[in-house]
């Protein structure tokens, strides 16, 4: 588990911070009321972040800021002092933040950053800057606020980059750059990834106020005006990842059965339409299957409806479990589900499907009064597709219903 190190002489304030983090937070917190004490922590541990006070008995003028940063620890300042000049000389340091105290709001703020700064470790930002000293000082900023930090000198770089790497969340690109400028790599990243999927900061050092005009309307979220200070740089990445996280949040609620968190009817025919068509133009071969659980009206009745459910959850992560990351499996409804396994031969589906009988077979659901319940399902599959997607499923619901009639748990193909 990661640890915080609270540095703060005013030792009500101390645990009342500490107290909170530990409530809210999977955190391990330790408490140092002088520098000194510090020390001893330092030298045992490595921290996630460490709060730090200014003015302690033993280092009053914030000399365990420079000590805590020469350990290689994340530093969050925590001072009364309000005075913009003294604010702006410490900020100036490697630290994350500078928090003034003064209530149970800067508290809640602290809390709401630890929570950030948590998030932000999942991920990767990458730079696009064709100078190498203002690259290396964006991708400091970037990796003290936990970010993995990828780092490229123009737009062709970049765009190759995102191509091979997947899951960046978000580009940071300056505008004068040679081969692609940065105006022009916003345009070409939106021909791949809508603002759904990533996000996109420009900078740029530019007077005209239509560059900045320009980069929205190109696609940009964000645009921040050379020089910036670095908390504004901070707010506006973590505002930008924010705003990205609870896009997926909404598409995720969208898309999800909220029971089994596997996918619904709705994404299997947004997903399965486009590769469809696709897999008839490439000649290529799939498999779709309908499968329900054998009298689950009888479980129900029987152990009642949180068991069903219960029954219905351990179904889902057997078929989860067992199926490849580009395969769709989906909760039609009730104890219906249905997969479409892609690109896949006819003996291989089969031998898919089978297994899938057998562990659900050989599966004891434990009932809340410790009663062992087995059950079994009956799948239908379509191997041959037929003119639409929908006359597929409809070929693949034909076979469940004659799975239904030969007796169930068993498997029947067309």
């Known amino acids: 588990m990661d640890r915080i190190l609270i540095i703060e002489d005013n030792k009500t304030l101390a645990k009342l911070i500490a107290k909170k983090i530990a409530s809210e937070l999977q955190f ?13 922590f330092l030298h045992k ?33 925590l001072s009364a002092n309000i005075d913009k000049e003294f604010r702006s000389n410490i900020l100036k340091k490697n630290i994350v933040d500078y928090v003034t105290k003064g209530g149970v709001d800067d508290i809640n703020y602290i809390i709401q950053t630890l929570k950030r700064l948590k998030k932000n ?18 991708k400091g900023m970037l990796e003290n606020l936990f970010f993995q930090v990828i780092t490229v000198a123009h737009g062709e770089e970049a765009l190759g980059m995102l191509a091979s790497t997947q899951d960046i969340s978000l580009v940071v690109t300056d505008y004068n750059m040679p081969v692609i400028d ?3 790599l916003t345009h070409e990243i939106r021909k791949i990834y809508s603002k759904n999927d990533l996000s996109i900061i420009a900078l740029s050092s530019n007077d005209d106020d239509e560059i900045t005009a320009l ?16 908390e504004e740089f901070s707010c506006r990445i973590n505002n930008a990842i924010e705003a990205l996280e609870n896009i997926h949040i909404i598409t995720n609620h969208a898309n999800r059965d909220f029971l089994t968190g596997l996918y619904n009817r709705r994404y299997f025919f947004k997903d399965m339409e486009d590769y469809f068509a696709k897999a008839i133009q490439n000649s290529e071969n799939f498999a779709i299957a309908m499968i329900d659980i054998d009298h689950f009206k009888k479980i129900n009745d029987t152990y009642g409806h949180d068991l069903g459910d219960k029954a219905i959850v351990t179904l889902s992560e057997i078929l989860r479990s067992n199926i490849g990351q580009h395969d769709v499996v989906s909760r039609f409804g009730g104890d ?15 031998d898919v499907f089978e297994r899938l009988r057998q562990q659900v077979q050989n599966c004891l659901t434990l009932s809340d009064k410790g009663e ?5 399902i ?23 219903y004659n799975a239904k009639q030969n007796g169930r748990n068993q498997v029947v193909y067309n």
């Open 182 to 184: 940065g105006l022009e």
């Open 45 to 77: 541990y490595r921290y996630f972040i460490t709060l730090l006070d200014l003015n302690l008995p033993d280092a009053p003028n914030g000399e365990v800021v420079d000590y805590v940063l020469k350990k290689n620890n994340r530093v969050i300042v």
């Open 121 to 138: 470790q999942k991920h990767k930002v990458l730079v696009v800057d064709d100078s190498m000293v203002f690259r290396k000082q964006l």
């Open 215 to 230: 980069f929205l309307k190109h696609g940009a979220n964000d645009y921040i005006k050379k020089p910036f200070s670095k």
């Open 378 to 400: 009956s799948i239908g599959v379509a191997l041959n597709r037929e003119d639409t997607l929908e006359d597929t499923l409809n070929q693949a619901d034909l076979m469940l």
């Open 372 to 376: 062992e319940i087995r059950f079994t």
């Open 28 to 40: 391990e917190v330790d408490v140092a009321y002088k520098l000194s004490e510090a020390k001893l």
């Open 336 to 350: 219906e589900f249905c997969i479409a396994v892609k690109d896949i031969s006819p003996s291989a589906a089969s």
